[in-house]
């Protein structure tokens, strides 16, 4: 297995501080999966109505929202077909466009959390 060089005028030590960003990019990433995991079961109100966070998907970069209510639809397998009933979903980016920002929709969302543990 050979050493791949880049082109240019690369340094070693270069490549090495660019290895480290983007390590602690990743970590950083993972933190922040990790705290947003910690969310999940929280109410939310998007799109007019309550969602719950089901879960966080890091490989898509995604979250899973379900509808806290009893009615259930029916959902599609990858292929489009019917397969079970279960409760409407919907999935929000956690990412934008451009590197190392948030999408304005996990934004909004996280900025209309539903407090219930509110007293009345």
Known sequence: MGL???PG???FSSIYRLYLLT???????QDFILRMRAL????????GREWV???VLADEGSLVLSDPSSKTIIQTNLFGEPSRKGPETVMI???GKVPDTLSDELLEL???KIDTDAKH
């Open 9 to 11: 005028r690369y340094s």
């Open 23 to 29: 390590l602690e990019t990743i970590l950083e990433d």
């Open 40 to 47: 999940i079961g929280s109410h939310f109100r998007h799109l």
């Open 53 to 55: 966070l089901h879960e």
């Open 4 to 6: 791949y060089v880049l």
């Open 93 to 95: 980016p956690l990412f």
């Open 110 to 112: 996280l900025a209309n």
